[in-house]
């Protein structure tokens, strides 16, 4: 099956600094990868998502890029700010496949210095 | 005001007790999902359903068992079989059931069994 992980487990940056977070992937047919925030004591929601057929997507300060060669796939923050302060899950799933499933990492905590 | 219901947010179990924790959505999302979230270990899924009367297991079903006898609901029952199941349990769902969409997620559910 699908394994998913990040790259660190934690991650302190200042405030006004980018921050990347990186996850990989094993299932080479796997072609949809979400990222979701989670902040305290709240639930996950979707930040954003990338499928297989392009290579970066942008949506304001965040950005994902994928690699498939290499499958793995990163987060981009720009001028960060203390509310993105949270736990960021990637996640990794196969579209139409007869047992697909999405599978998630193990997040990451990120924290922005004020 | 639509979105996704889970109850109770806390409950404590003794242990050899089977105890349900309910999930009910207006959303009318087709898909609907059962994770549990553990310190370190993100998101791992347990069942998902994606229509009614149908669904399967994930990744760590032993000891829970589910039903999927409405559209808008889909309770978890954790039984006296699931050897460690102090956690905190999050409902999703999802408009498709191809697993490249959006995962709405509940508040959770903090399970303490004494």
């Known amino acids: 099956g699908e394994n998913v992980e990040q790259h660190p487990s934690t991650l302190s940056v200042q405030e006004g600094d980018s921050a990347v977070i990186k996850c990989t992937y094993s299932?080479?047919?796997?072609?949809?990868f979400p990222w979701y925030k989670q902040e305290l004591g709240k639930r996950p929601q979707l930040i954003i998502d990338?499928?297989?057929?392009?290579g970066e997507k942008k949506d304001q300060r965040i950005a994902v890029t994928l690699n498939k060669t290499a499958k793995h796939f990163s987060l981009h923050i720009t001028e960060t700010q203390p509310e993105d302060s949270a736990v960021y899950f990637c996640?990794?799933?196969?579209?139409?496949?007869?047992?697909?499933?999405?599978?998630f990492g193990k997040g990451i905590t990120l924290s922005v210095r004020p | 005001d639509g979105g996704i219901t889970q109850s109770p947010k806390y409950l404590f179990r003794k242990e050899g007790q089977n105890v349900t924790l309910s999930c009910e959505q207006n959303?009318?999302?087709?898909?609907m999902y059962w994770y549990r979230q553990d310190p370190g270990q993100g998101l791992r899924l347990i069942y998902y359903?994606?229509?009614?009367?149908?669904?399967q297991k994930g990744d760590i079903a032993e000891g829970y068992s589910v039903s999927r006898e409405k559209k808008e609901s889909f309770p978890l029952t954790v039984t006296s079989a699931q050897k460690n199941p102090t956690a905190f349990y999050l409902c999703?769902?999802?408009?498709?059931?191809?697993?490249?969409?959006?995962?709405?997620f509940g508040e959770g559910s903090r399970l303490t069994v004494l």
């Open positions: 999703a769902s999802s408009l498709g059931t191809t697993l490249a969409g959006e995962l709405f």
């Open positions: 299932d080479s047919a796997s072609n949809y």
């Open positions: 990338i499928r297989s057929n392009v």
């Open positions: 996640a990794a799933s196969t579209v139409g496949g007869a047992n697909s499933k999405l599978t």
């Open positions: 959303l009318n999302h087709d898909a």
């Open positions: 359903s994606q229509i009614v009367n149908d669904f």
